[in-house]
């Protein structure tokens, strides 16, 4: 039974709705006030870094081991988002799973359209290498859109031939930009703050002119999924996205891919990003912690 915070959060989003049809200006604000509405914990730490170019925030809390790495991509839609409003989130994963975490603060569309992030991804992961963290030591994550960004980091590392990381988590990742899940008309009247117009909005924005949205490495439903590290995809069931998960999850089961997929009845979309005030969102975290320290061999 959800919690009496979801039930108010739920509608709290059902009055004040995302419009599509706001500036980008409008859109950035909305977001970036939502996350940093959440303070931080006292004792995390946060500290700017320049990732060989890239800009990027490492995050410490007394639990971290700093051998042990969270390579974070925030959400947004590829346009919206920055670490700053990460913060909270990011420190309880860090708590969760006893890993320091580099934010990358990667471009943001339609400034820089496609594949600038995933440009800014890798760059700031071979910088990250450069720092003597091992491959083995670290575990690549985000959500929304940077669940997206997640995966197509792993497949332009592949390509590359740069070691991967020891596992990779999604929560409610974007994996079809060319929108073909049924769950986007299905659950449209169950999602708090996804349409398919906004999606329009990100994604279009995000290609730009004249990318083909089945592009392997901008959705990663349409790649060859072979050799990529054990996933953890989490997903719930009131979101249009809920395809770009089940889907992506079934094609890497079938591609040799260890993938443990979580289905969360009536949750929304990335609704762990509020752990602050809901504890689904709290046992989400320390589902994501889990998973950290048993790929990272640390009990």
Excluded at 19 to 42: N, Q, T
Excluded at 59 to 77: K, M
Excluded at 185 to 207: G, I, P, Q, S
Excluded at 262 to 288: D, K, R
Aim: glycine share 8%; aromatic share 8%.
């Amino acid at each position: 039974m959800p919690s009496q915070e979801f039930e108010a959060l739920l509608v709290q989003a059902r009055s004040n709705p995302i419009d599509a049809k706001k500036s980008l200006v409008e859109l950035r604000e909305r977001f970036d006030v939502m996350g940093l509405a959440f303070a931080p914990p006292e004792d995390a730490s946060f500290v700017q870094v320049d990732a060989d170019g890239v800009k990027a925030e490492w995050t410490r809390v007394p639990e971290s081991d700093d051998a042990a790495v969270l390579f974070y991509l925030h959400g947004g839609g590829y346009i919206m988002g920055s670490p700053a409003g990460y913060r909270d989130f990011v420190a309880r994963i860090c708590r969760a799973g006893r890993v320091r975490a580099l934010s990358v603060d990667y471009r943001l569309a339609p400034e820089a359209p496609f594949p600038a992030a995933i440009e800014d991804a890798v760059k700031a992961y071979r910088w990250l290498l450069a720092q003597h963290v091992a491959p083995s030591r670290i575990v690549i994550a985000g959500d929304s859109a940077g669940g997206g960004l997640t995966l197509s980091t792993l497949l332009a590392l592949k390509e590359k031939g740069i070691p991967l990381p020891a596992a990779a988590i999604c929560l409610s990742p974007s994996t079809d930009l060319a929108r073909t899940g049924t769950s986007i008309a299905t659950k449209a009247a169950d999602d708090v703050f996804l349409t398919r117009e906004l999606l329009d909005v990100c994604f279009d924005n995000f290609l730009g002119p004249g990318t083909d949205p089945r592009d392997p490495l901008a959705s990663p439903l349409y790649a060859d999924l072979t050799g990529l590290p054990p996933l953890l995809i989490m997903v719930g069931t009131a979101e249009i996205l809920l395809d770009d998960s089940t889907r992506l999850a079934e094609k890497a089961k079938a591609s040799g891919v260890e993938v443990e997929l979580h289905v969360a009845e009536g949750m929304i979309h990335v609704w762990l990003f509020f752990a602050s005030i809901l504890p689904e969102g709290q046992q989400g975290v320390e589902t994501m912690g889990a998973f950290i320290r048993k790929r990272l061999q640390q009990g």
